[in-house]
């Protein structure tokens, strides 16, 4: 069995960061997490992607970021069972809780905070019927190393941030040789910078825009070779590519969490802004797997939501000291 002040189900961005929290106060923390290392999306999907709104980072790559928070978490000597998919939860008679992996492994806290960001996730696709025949063959769901695409033509799909900050990369890094961004409305939903930034590369030439239009079909003999679109008003365009990514997001599943009896709505778990706790006391739910009016999921609001999570959660291991809840800086030593 393994002991800690903290559980923590996520070892993403939020998850690792929590910890740093964690340890100005004095509480042990240790993750779970499906994947093999830590990270969550960030290492496992787009690694290379850059991320444009961490405070004092103009850009930062989501793998250094990673680094970054891991080096910011080490002098607290966080815990780690990697690899391994939390499973079920169950409370011990003086209120604690018991969590076990798929692997059997059992971690016991008083409090658990479930930052599994979109939980177990697969991409969104596009109804095309022979898509698969060209998948990993010209067709990625997922960009994980920006230089595989050097020199080469991509038709990217998609109007969310993803798919802005991918084509502005590609473009602006002169590491595609082409690009071409389709999205099926005049609109996009991404940052309105980004949005911005596509229309001015586009009317300079650096990005081909092709707005209210569909991917609609894909061809090739044992590759992908051409992409057909469907223009709103243009009809039909063939376009020869060597790489098609749509970037639509992905489908979340909560997977065994769902099971657990916390309070769930549209496929997150509902939580009070006041410390982002969930329905059943200990419990906590931190960034993309929470629900809440005006929920923004940005990795920078998860900072936020576990930084409060952390403060009730000392209250209620420690409710003698909930009244002293500040810290000092010796020597780089934080402490009470």
Request: proline fraction near 6%.
């Amino acid at each position: 069995m393994i002991e800690t002040d903290i559980i923590i189900i996520g070892a993403g961005p939020v998850g690792l960061f929590t910890i740093f929290e964690a340890g100005l106060l004095k509480l042990h923390c240790h993750l779970i997490d499906s994947l093999p290392q830590p990270g969550g999306q960030c290492s496992e999907i787009y690694p290379k992607k850059p991320i444009y709104d961490i405070p004092g980072f103009p850009s930062v790559l989501a793998g250094e970021l990673v680094d970054n928070l891991m080096e910011q978490a080490a002098p607290f000597k966080p815990g780690f069972t990697l690899g391994e998919a939390a499973m079920t939860i169950d409370k011990t008679e003086d209120g604690k809780f018991i969590v076990t992996t798929v692997k059997g492994t059992k971690h016991l806290a008083p409090i658990v905070m479930i930052a599994g960001g979109l939980g177990v996730f697969e991409p969104r696709k596009p109804p095309i019927s022979n898509l698969a025949d060209f998948e990993d063959k010209g067709i990625e769901y997922i960009i994980k190393d920006p230089e595989f695409y050097r020199g080469k033509r991509c038709v990217i799909a998609g109007g969310g941030d993803s798919a802005l900050d991918w084509s502005i990369f590609l473009a602006e890094k002169k590491i595609a040789k082409e690009v071409v961004l389709v999205h099926r409305s005049a609109s996009f939903r991404g940052h309105l910078d980004s949005v911005q930034k596509v229309i001015d590369m586009a009317e300079s030439g650096q990005i081909n825009l092709i707005t209210e239009a569909e991917v609609v079909g894909v061809e090739g003999n044992g590759a992908l070779s051409h992409v057909k679109i469907q223009h709103n008003t243009q009809g039909e365009i063939i376009r020869e590519t060597d790489h098609f990514i749509p970037l639509f997001g992905l489908k979340p599943s909560l997977g065994p969490i769902a099971d657990w009896g916390l309070e769930i709505e549209k496929n997150a778990i509902k939580v009070n802004t006041l410390d982002y706790s969930t329905n059943i006391p200990g419990i906590y739910a931190i960034g993309d797997v929470n629900t809440y009016e005006n929920k923004l999921k940005l990795i920078l609001c998860g900072f936020h939501e576990g930084t409060l999570a952390v403060q009730s959660a000392f209250a209620r291991i420690h409710p003698d000291k909930k009244n002293i809840l500040k810290y000092t800086t010796v020597n780089g030593v934080q402490g009470f």
